[in-house]
């Protein structure tokens, strides 16, 4: 059992769920509060396939995160079996390849349902000895080497069992869209693969995320849907209180704040049209301008000057960028949004060399092999990422090394799609 979970498991499984910011306090609680949600009725009983949905940028992934580690869900869950078990995967399209692939997805859900449940391990050891083919020592086929057709195989003979098991299990599956192919393979896969068989032992049940595409509308259609933007007024309205009273001590004395701070509040929450991601990076644009000791009247000037479409943003994040810098700008974005797998820091290093030509030693020491100093050199090219590319780049640190493995990412998916575009 120990052995096969650990050929299904693969390292970056767990990346794009750690990379998603936890929700602010008292955000998205209304999952399970809200009568108009029916979610926790889902939990206990229901067998549609619930789809959340939404702008990009409303908060999809943190809200499936927090579904999927909230105490509530678990609860409900249990009040319908003894035995219960949660499983997860997010797609990610920024990562590896295999987060965004099938093979993912299919190895990720087996692993955790033989991780719950490890008397169904002996099905799949099986299905390793019939298939195969090759010489070797133990005489099986390597699982991590299994095409998604008889992973799928595998899965569904693990999943369908009639008999010797009782439990539920409960998949939360985020970023649908993410996937790197047909988006109606994996919706449909999901409709087929929950339809229970006659006396089948494991129950299970599925929530799932994605952007509103035509193929998943078609797909889910008459499932329960939830559309987060239209629900997030009040998260919102908390977020921005929250940083704008953190930072209250750097505001205008003035007997009238309270009312005017309310009131800029409340414009950014209509601005926002549900768009967490675009709140995000609006407020850190008025704190700044507080820092510069703007007024309430200049913070809402400066508010009206922002654009509310996602990508007219990040024009205008761009076009801050120092003229001088523009060359080096570009470098960066094209060097993350040209490869197919994660880079990190030290990646950057490498791959900007031939294009540099205005760096001084340790740079030069590093690239002559002198490698003493790639911390050094990381530290200043992490220094160059930040200030060069507008918060379009961000740097997401490694809990098992340095700076120089910390990967260098897109800060949303959407600000991949912005730079593809032909226009831009």
């Known amino acids: 059992s120990e052995e096969i979970s650990r050929r299904l498991d693969f390292d970056s499984r767990r990346h794009r769920y750690d990379d998603i910011d936890e929700a602010h306090h008292l955000t998205f609680e209304w999952i399970f509060d809200d009568p108009t949600v029916v979610f926790t009725s889902w939990l206990q009983s229901g067998e549609e396939i619930p789809w959340i949905t939404g702008l990009p940028g409303s908060g999809k992934s943190t809200l499936m995160k927090l579904i999927y580690d909230h105490p509530k869900t678990r609860h409900y ?109 994996s919706a449909s896969f999901f409709s087929d693969f929950l339809r229970p068989v006659p006396d089948q032992m494991l129950k299970m ?108 943003l990040y024009k205008r994040m761009l076009r801050q960028t120092r003229p001088r810098h523009l060359r080096v700008t570009m470098l960066l974005l094209q ?13 950057i290093c490498d791959a900007a060399q031939p294009f540099e030509t205005t760096m001084s030693s340790p740079w030069f020491d590093y690239w002559s092999g002198n490698f003493s100093k790639t911390a050094e050199i990381c530290q200043s090219m992490s220094g160059r990422i930040k200030s060069r590319c507008g918060g379009l780049l961000e740097i997401q640190g490694s809990e098992t090394g340095g700076l120089e493995v910390s990967t260098v990412q897109f800060l949303h998916q959407t600000v991949k799609d912005f730079l593809a575009r032909k226009d831009v």
């Open 335 to 347: 060097i993350v949004q040209s490869t197919c797998q994660p880079l990190v820091v030290l990646d």
């Open 205 to 312: 049940k599925a929530c799932l995320s994605s952007r509103p595409h035509n193929a998943f509308q078609d797909e889910f259609r008459g499932c329960p849907s939830l559309s987060i933007h239209e629900k997030t007024k009040n998260d919102i309205f908390r977020y921005v209180a929250f940083r704008f009273g953190a930072a209250k001590g750097d505001w205008p004395l003035s007997s009238s704040n309270d009312f005017t701070l309310e009131r800029l509040i409340n414009q950014v929450v209509t601005r926002a049209s549900g768009v967490f991601l675009w709140v995000r990076l609006v407020v850190n644009q008025l704190l700044q301008s507080l820092t510069d000791r703007d007024t309430i009247s200049e913070l809402e000037e400066r508010l009206n000057e922002l654009p509310e479409d996602l990508e007219d």
């Open 77 to 185: 869950l249990s009040l319908r079996s003894r035995r219960v078990a949660l499983a997860d995967f997010f797609f990610h399209y920024r990562g590896s390849k295999i987060d965004r692939s099938f093979a993912g997805l299919l190895r990720a859900l087996l692993l955790q349902i033989l991780d719950a449940f490890p008397e169904l391990s002996p099905i799949v050891g099986a299905m390793q000895v019939q298939g195969y083919s090759g010489v070797g020592a133990r005489g099986v086929s390597k699982i991590e080497t299994w095409p998604p057709s008889k992973l799928k195989r595998a899965l569904y003979a693990v999943a369908k069992q009639t008999r010797g098991l009782a439990g539920h299990i409960c998949f939360f599956v985020d970023g649908l869209d993410e996937f790197e192919g047909d988006g109606s393979e």
